[in-house]
C-alpha cells in the first residue's frame, strides 16, 4: 500500500503560480508513475499531469500544457505540480494518484491523496 498526502493548495489571484507536493509514504513507486488530478464543484474528476518515477517522463492534459510542470524528487518520495498562470478555470480539489504510463499514456491506479484545494480568483 502507499499513502499519498497532498499540500500546497490556497486561494490565489488570476495569473498567479503555485506549487503542490505530494509526499508517498509505504510502498512507493519504484517503477510506476506519479499523476495528479483535479476535480472542480460539479464536474467529472479530470487527468492532469503525469510523471514515470524511474524515467522521469511525462505526459500532460492539454489544457494545462505550458502552464504546468510535473516533477519528482526519487529521494524524498515527493511529486511537485508547479502551476503557473493559474486560471479560474483551473479552481478544483487536485489529487494525487499512483499509476502507469503506456505509450504515453497515464493509466490511474485507485491510489489516491485526500486532495488539496486550488481557488483562483479572477
Known amino acids: 500500500q502507499v499513502q499519498l498526502v497532498e499540500s500546497g493548495g490556497g486561494l490565489v489571484q488570476d495569473g498567479e503560480s503555485l506549487r503542490l507536493s505530494c509526499a508517498a509514504t509505504?510502498?512507493?513507486?519504484?517503477?510506476?508513475?506519479m499523476g495528479w488530478f483535479r476535480q472542480a464543484p460539479a464536474k467529472e474528476r479530470e487527468f492532469v499531469a503525469g510523471?514515470?518515477?524511474?524515467?522521469?517522463?511525462?505526459v500532460y492534459a492539454d489544457s494545462v500544457k505550458g502552464r504546468f510542470t510535473i516533477t519528482r524528487d526519487n529521494a524524498k518520495n515527493t511529486g511537485y505540480l508547479q502551476m503557473n498562470g493559474l486560471k479560474p478555470d483551473d479552481t478544483a480539489v487536485y489529487y494525487c494518484?499512483?499509476?502507469?504510463?503506456?505509450?504515453?499514456?497515464?493509466?490511474?491506479?485507485?491510489?489516491w491523496g485526500k486532495g488539496t484545494l486550488v481557488t483562483v480568483s479572477s
Open positions: 510523471i514515470s518515477w524511474s524515467h522521469g517522463s511525462t
Open positions: 494518484n499512483k499509476g502507469t504510463i503506456v505509450g504515453g499514456i497515464y493509466y490511474g491506479m485507485n491510489y
Open positions: 509505504g510502498r512507493t513507486f519504484s517503477s510506476e508513475a
